[in-house]
């Protein structure tokens, strides 16, 4: 077998593309966007490497590719936390051993390269996109930009000496379970609380409102595990990507005595059509995605709810889930994922598992030291 960093627009091509080859004939895998994935890899246009050393390595055998790893060293990360950590991410391998050791060797040597003590993943590239690894719940689909992997996976990453640093959970309801009652209960004491009043983002104002969710989630996300401040030209990339499929009807800003101090942003499952899409949108997944009308799509991932740090206290996330399900029920939706969220954070998992929802998915943040 061969390692070599990837260089060329053609083995880019070979990187992203391998996991055609990884997941043949596996009925739960949603294949990327391959110019999505471009785009997310390319320094030029993702603003994320304006503070991201990266190395992505392709793994041969023969000539062909069997395996795949990148590398990060996030200076924004060190600098706020101050630590000496890398990141692993877009880790793809055949159930081999041996290539899994030398994808990792690879990764594991450039990062110590770089003064590196420690090595965190997966992330696909950071902690606000895509990350870790699926170790419970193989048994469906992921949700909307949630990850998906091989169960053989989690041999893999813990034979390399990697051991759990934080788990993510992933909630399922249905309108089975849903328990209504509490929601509704609990959301008249915080009404009574304080004067709240939650309104859909306006898109039409899409800068401004941007600007507003930039301030909260830089404000309320600050003392979370993993946690690094979004610049500007991050979460405008990120906003740009996930435009076309917001609905006003899904993103709510909570305001309390005028002034906003939550968001909150659920994203229709467009897996269900990117399956069909094959990734790519030409020449004729275009029209299999046209077909799935975003109001239509009978289920929701609930992407992001955030609150500043004063506010926390009032229990403002019940009206936003008192507000998906009223206009989940009205819409005809069955169920939705609320994903993903620390184990930890039990200021959001104690109201969720409340109104009904159950871990069904549990994806993991593995650390590793760089001796």
């Not at 960093?5 to 294949?31: C, E, Q, T």
């Not at 898109?203 to 979370?224: C, H, M, P, Q």
């Not at 939705?336 to 109201?351: G, H, K, T, V």
Request: glycine share 8%; with cysteine.
């Amino acid at each position: 077998m061969k390692i070599m960093p990837v260089r060329s627009p053609a083995d880019l091509d070979r990187f992203i593309r391998l996991p055609w080859k990884i997941y043949a004939g596996d009925a739960h895998w949603v294949p990327p966007l391959v110019d999505s994935e471009r785009k997310m890899l390319d320094p030029k246009r993702n603003p994320f490497y304006g503070r991201t050393d990266a190395e992505h390595f392709l793994l041969e055998d023969q000539g062909v590719p069997v395996g795949r790893i990148s590398a990060f060293v996030n200076r924004g990360h060190n600098e706020f936390h101050g630590e000496k950590t890398a990141f692993f991410g877009y880790f793809e391998s055949e159930n081999r051993p041996e290539a899994a050791k030398a994808l990792f060797e690879a990764a594991h040597a450039w990062a110590r390269e770089r003064g590196m003590n420690r090595i965190r993943g997966p992330v696909n590239p950071s902690m606000n996109d895509p990350c870790g690894l699926l170790v419970d719940g193989f048994d469906s689909a992921p949700y909307v930009l949630m990850t998906y992997n091989p169960r053989y996976y989690v041999k893999q990453v813990e034979e390399q000496g990697y051991t759990k640093s934080m788990d993510l959970w992933a909630y399922y309801l249905d309108d089975q379970a849903l328990a209504r009652d509490k929601i509704d209960r609990v959301a008249r004491r915080v009404r009574e609380r304080a004067d709240v009043h939650v309104r859909p983002v306006d898109l039409s104002r899409f800068d401004s409102e941007l600007a507003i969710v930039k301030d909260i989630y830089n404000n309320g996300w600050e003392k979370t595990w993993g946690f690094l401040p979004m610049t500007d030209a991050e979460i405008q990339f990120t906003a740009n990507d996930l435009k076309a499929i917001i609905l006003p009807e899904y993103a709510y800003i909570a305001e309390v005595g005028g002034k906003p101090v939550g968001f909150s942003l659920a994203l229709p499952d467009i897996n269900r059509a990117m399956k069909k899409a094959n990734g790519s949108l030409l020449p004729f997944g275009w029209w299999g995605f046209l077909k799935f009308n975003l109001r239509k799509i009978p289920t929701f991932r609930l992407f992001a709810l955030g609150v500043k740090r004063d506010y926390q206290h009032l229990g403002l996330g019940t009206l936003f889930y008192q507000k998906y399900i009223e206009e989940g029920l009205r819409r005809g939706v069955k169920s939705a994922e609320l994903s993903w969220i620390l184990e930890n954070n039990d200021l959001m998992n104690r109201p969720i598992q409340r109104m009904g929802a159950r871990v069904y998915k549990t994806y993991r943040m593995y650390d590793r030291p760089l001796p």
